[in-house]
């Protein structure tokens, strides 16, 4: 069965620092990857997406930036974090049964 | 993929069935129904999806109007771990390689002691 892997489960940050979240899968090959972004009371944002190794699409411009160096490794990043990057960040696999399988999130606090 | 609406909230009382549901006039023929719910600070969790007939699992029911153009999620006997975000979604799973789901705001169901 198909498994995804995020870590960590929190994160603080100071404003300026670099982020580098990582998102691994198994039990598939080939996944279409996600990065979805919840801020604090609100939806799902959709950030990137990824349909195989080197690339990515992006849904909103910002300061996140997304990689796939690896088949099951989906990798979000920032040179410099802002405030207004706090949230939840979830990675999703999709499946051909199940839709979307997701993450268990990483809550990442900008201080 | 089709447009859903979901009312933002709904409140049940615990051990009563919850019915949640969810608008998708403008679905196409290869449009399927997904429901999932969000568990607060987890990631959604599929629950059920459907195209045209009715569909039941051990989490929930699902009914879907003859037209389509509907949907109600049941959960039988609801209990407080039942309390989350549900999501519906209505998606065409294979119709591209690069499709993705935007999700809305789904319907906030609180159980109610």
């Known amino acids: 069965s198909q498994t995804i892997h995020q870590w960590p489960a929190t994160l603080v940050q100071p404003v300026g620092s670099p982020l580098s979240l990582e998102c691994t899968v198994e039990g598939t090959s080939n996944p279409n990857l996600y990065w979805y972004r919840q801020a604090a009371g609100r939806g799902l944002q959709l950030l990137f997406y990824?349909?195989?190794?080197?690339?990515i699409s992006s849904e909103v411009p910002q300061n996140l930036s997304a990689s796939r160096p690896q088949d099951r490794q989906f990798i979000l990043s920032s040179k410099k974090l802002l405030l207004s990057d706090s949230g939840f960040y979830l990675c999703a696999l999709k499946d051909g049964y199940y839709g979307y399988t997701f993450g268990s999130g990483t809550r990442l606090t900008v201080v | 993929d089709a447009k859903t609406t979901q009312p933002p909230s709904m409140d049940c009382a615990e051990g009563r069935a919850a019915n949640l549901p969810c608008n998708h006039s403008t679905i196409s023929g290869n449009e399927y129904v997904y429901w999932y719910r969000q568990i607060h600070s987890q990631g959604p969790q599929y629950i059920i999806h459907?195209?045209?007939n009715n569909e039941t699992n051990e989490m929930a029911s699902l009914i879907i109007t003859e037209d389509r153009k509907s949907s109600t999620l049941i959960l039988p006997h609801a209990t407080l771990r039942d309390t989350a975000v549900y999501y519906c979604?209505?998606?065409?799973?294979?119709?591209?390689?690069?499709?993705?789901?935007?999700f809305g705001k789904g319907t906030r169901l609180h159980i109610l002691p």
């Open positions: 990824s349909v195989g190794i080197g690339q």
């Open positions: 979604i209505a998606w065409a799973r294979f119709r591209n390689r690069d499709d993705k789901i935007i």
């Open positions: 459907g195209l045209k």
